[in-house]
DNA sequence: CCTGGCTGGCTAATTGTGCTAGCTTTGACC
DNA sequence: GGTCAAAGCTAGCACAATTAGCCAGCCAGG
């Protein structure tokens, strides 16, 4: 009988591009040794369980996730930095929702757990955009949580059709981030 | 033997202070029965089946949302009307986390599904908040989708422990309130 | 009363899913 | 060619959702 020739990162990506199809919640590990043209418990020769698999994806999301954001922000500030990086971010989410729903769910099992410096190379990212600000330091922190905030809030909103009708998204969306860039132009005037 | 005395509106509360005590993924129709000190084939007497009850939490979390906004915008406009509907929904969603997600997963299951109703009295509190500023009308939805991305985000990102580190999330939260106001006052700017 | 039917509980059993145990085969390396 | 870890498989357990079908309590009408 011809193996599969599997491997963790195999099994982690084909999982990944799974959710992003059935949605993560559909994610089961039947489905995904069927996928992989393999019996289900074959699958925990290279993933420990389930929540390993989901963690994986998680970790492999997030890094995904802020590399894209830093391609897109390569050589740009302040509005385009912004436009670019809020751009890619919608554009992952929604190519990837699977995907980006496990990087949310996912908490850092230890110290070690790769999860963590995927995450601060993502808000690394976020905070490189809001550099061409100039903000005082102290609203940073603000700055930063505000626009993670609305990215992934609208982000999520769309992906699970919360916005009644799909007219208008792109619009919506641009909008948004000239609101936001328009703040970030004004922020001594906030307090 | 004595009746427990279920009805489905008491079943569905149950299962939505579960649901926040547990986490949404963790409320399960065992546990559920368990706390209603019930076996759990007897749950399906007052619910056709898990996603009935989940539906049910759903319509009833964004009806009391609906309320809560409604009542704390009340007598309100502009700043006052704004700071005042955020801080209920993010109070709302940090009390009553596993419902609010319910509220947010859940889809309408036809035309007449209380769910919509519900949803647009959610919608028309914030458009409330929003009349005040007086925006072109052109601009509204854009607004709207905005501040609810906004409170959506945050809201979820910090039940999730999304924040690193629980310094001045307040202070994050009245920021970013104050630079969505700032926005909505000079809105004409925004092309 | 008391009695019949509806209601809301129960037990038993089915299915689907995560997971473990333990066996077998492949293939790489000596 | 022998050996041994890796990677597959079958069998089977545990638990969650659900259904079927039984039985007790309660209430209205005689």
Redesign the pocket.
């Known amino acids: 009988?011809?193996?599969?020739?599997?491997?963790?990162a195999s099994?982690t990506e084909a999982g990944a591009k799974l959710a992003d199809e059935v949605g993560l919640d559909q994610?089961?590990?039947?489905?995904?040794?069927q996928r992989?043209?393999?019996?289900?418990?074959?699958?925990?020769?290279?993933?420990?369980?389930?929540?390993?698999?989901l963690h994986r994806i998680a970790i492999l999301a997030m890094t995904e996730l802020g590399d894209a954001l830093r391609d897109a922000t390569q050589g740009r500030a302040r509005t385009d930095a912004l436009t670019a990086a809020a751009r890619a971010m919608r554009r992952f989410v929604k190519e990837h929702p699977g995907r980006y729903a496990a990087g949310n769910g996912a908490r850092p099992t230890g110290p070690d757990d790769p999860l963590i410096p995927a995450g601060d190379r993502l808000l690394a990212s976020l905070s490189a955009v809001l550099r061409g600000y100039q903000l005082d330091p102290s609203q940073e922190i603000h700055a930063l949580r505000m626009l993670r905030s609305t990215l992934h809030g609208f982000a999520t909103l769309e992906v699970a059709h919360g916005f009644r009708i799909d007219t208008d998204v792109d619009e919506s969306f641009a909008w948004m981030i000239a609101l936001i860039d328009h703040g970030l132009q004004s922020t001594p005037q906030l307090t």
């Open positions: 009988m011809p193996r599969a020739g599997l491997a963790a099994v994610l089961s590990m039947g489905l995904l040794a992989l043209g393999v019996k289900t418990p074959s699958l925990y020769k290279h993933v420990e369980s389930q929540a390993d698999l």
